[in-house]
């Protein structure tokens, strides 16, 4: 595609609900991040994929958070059980460090709320 | 470990008036280095990027910054703001080549006043 995609854009669900939030990079890009952006915050580094190389989860913030990338393309977030302090917006973003090309796009983010 | 820290969670100037957002990193190897701006409700857009070569580089929308190796110092500049300006910028870091994570500062909110 054009750009980074993120879906859904919105998502509203209850306390203790599992949630997955997509991503779909930019065709070709071989790297894909993950990162939340709490209200006022700045940027937290979640989870990054690199080819087939294993992917660096120091940034999940607990158990409770998982991602996987299928084929090397799409990526879900996943979080079980949400909590309140989940509620954030989570940014994906894609790049082709392959070819030198360290530039990270965004997508729109998924504002995620835990009510 | 890579790290960058960014002077100032809050900036405001007067339309008009030079834009200076500050950025110092740290890093153990040759870095890359990036600015990104945030708009309301939206992603995030790159303005520039040094990776190698001069250390002044121009971006979109006016903006510049310097790549200083002993201040280890990547400020973010525009001569004159306008009130479009108005949003959040984040300064990050990647080591060059191989492994790319981007580690990226607390940001910056510039405001811009009439």
């Known amino acids: 595609g054009a750009g980074v995609s993120q879906s859904p854009s919105n998502k509203v669900t209850e306390k203790g609900k599992d949630v997955e939030l997509r991503c779909d990079p930019i065709?070709?890009?071989?790297?894909l991040y993950w990162y939340r952006q709490s209200l006022g915050q700045g940027l937290e580094f979640l989870i990054y994929?690199?080819?087939?190389?294993?992917?660096?989860k120091s940034g999940l913030p607990s158990d409770r958070f998982s991602a996987e990338r299928t084929g090397g393309s799409v990526s879900t977030l996943t979080i079980q059980r949400t909590q309140q302090e989940d509620s954030a917006v989570y940014l994906c973003?894609?790049?082709?460090?392959?070819?030198?090309?360290?530039?990270?796009?965004f997508g729109q983010g998924t504002r995620l709320t835990v009510v | 470990a890579q790290s960058v820290t960014q002077l100032g969670s809050h900036v405001s100037v007067s339309e008009g008036a030079l834009v200076l957002l500050r950025c110092n990193y740290s890093?153990?190897?040759?870095?890359?280095l990036f600015w990104y701006v945030q708009y309301p409700n939206q992603g995030l857009q790159l303005l520039l990027k040094?990776?190698?070569?001069?250390?002044l580089v121009k971006g979109i929308n006016g903006f510049e910054a310097e790549f200083k190796k002993s201040e280890t110092s990547f400020h973010l500049t525009k001569p004159s703001a306008h009130m479009s300006d108005a949003a959040e910028y984040f300064c990050?870091?990647?080591?060059?080549?191989?492994?790319?994570?981007?580690?990226f500062g607390a940001g910056t909110r510039l405001a811009v006043h009439p």
């Open positions: 973003a894609s790049s082709f460090p392959d070819r030198g090309d360290t530039e990270a796009f």
């Open positions: 065709s070709g890009h071989t790297a």
């Open positions: 994929f690199q080819g087939n190389s294993a992917p660096d």
């Open positions: 890093s153990s190897v040759p870095p890359y």
């Open positions: 040094y990776t190698t070569g001069a250390t």
């Open positions: 990050a870091v990647s080591e060059s080549g191989g492994y790319n994570k981007l580690i």
